[in-house]
């Protein structure tokens, strides 16, 4: 049992949680590890090797207390349980906590895909792309804090080789007999206009 001074209630210890009575409040409140729970999502449909796509998720708080709520960072805790149990103003600056994002490539490959921040609301997001197709998993790993307890989560994508651009058709090669009848329709054409034009001309000189 630990006293927590004078007049206050004893607080109990045990497997790593304190649990005492606030004198100002009579709430009994536990303080210790929070247990996490991480989710991550990536497009059902299959993507394009080399195409980015946004891979989602997110990390939550899941102690009895506040369960579903959002994971922060230990700088923003204490703020943070302040609005969630005293009736405190909600924080607008506070910050949330790391997500590693690893991938098992179609080869057995183990990819490092790079780290995320959560947000206010718990959520994260990362664009990334495949290099080579076949079945990745996708592992999103929050590794826990002070506060909270780790946890992990995974989703799987499907890569697929992009289609090849359709090839614009070859016009076919002119045949030997259109390759001269064609300048010598032109050519007929622009001497029947010359010959028009002169005798349009002689037809106005003859008039009185």
Aim: with cysteine; net charge negative.
């Amino acid at each position: 049992m630990i006293e927590t001074g004078p007049g206050a209630n004893p607080c109990a210890v045990a497997d790593g949680y304190l649990v005492g009575q606030n004198g100002n409040d009579g709430i009994s409140y536990c303080f210790g590890k929070g247990k996490s729970q991480t989710t991550v999502t990536a497009p059902s449909v299959e993507v394009n090797v080399g195409q980015k796509f946004t891979i989602t998720g997110a990390v939550l708080d899941m102690s009895p207390a506040q369960a579903g709520t959002s994971a922060v960072s230990e700088e923003s805790m204490s703020a943070w349980m302040q609005y969630l149990h005293m009736q405190a103003p909600k924080p607008t600056d506070a910050t949330g906590v790391m997500v590693e994002l690893t991938a098992i490539d179609p080869n057995n490959n183990l990819i490092s895909i790079g780290q995320a921040a959560t947000n206010m609301d718990g959520r994260f997001g990362y664009s990334w792309s495949p290099e080579v197709p076949g079945l990745y998993q996708i592992i999103a790993t929050f590794k826990g804090s002070e506060s909270y307890g780790s946890s992990t989560s995974s989703t799987y994508l499907t890569a697929v080789e992009a289609p090849s651009a359709t090839a614009q058709p070859t016009p076919m090669p002119l045949l030997m007999s259109e390759q001269y009848f064609i300048p010598a329709i032109a050519g007929l054409s622009v001497l029947i206009i010359i010959v028009l034009v002169l005798v349009v001309m002689m037809m106005l000189k003859k008039r009185p």
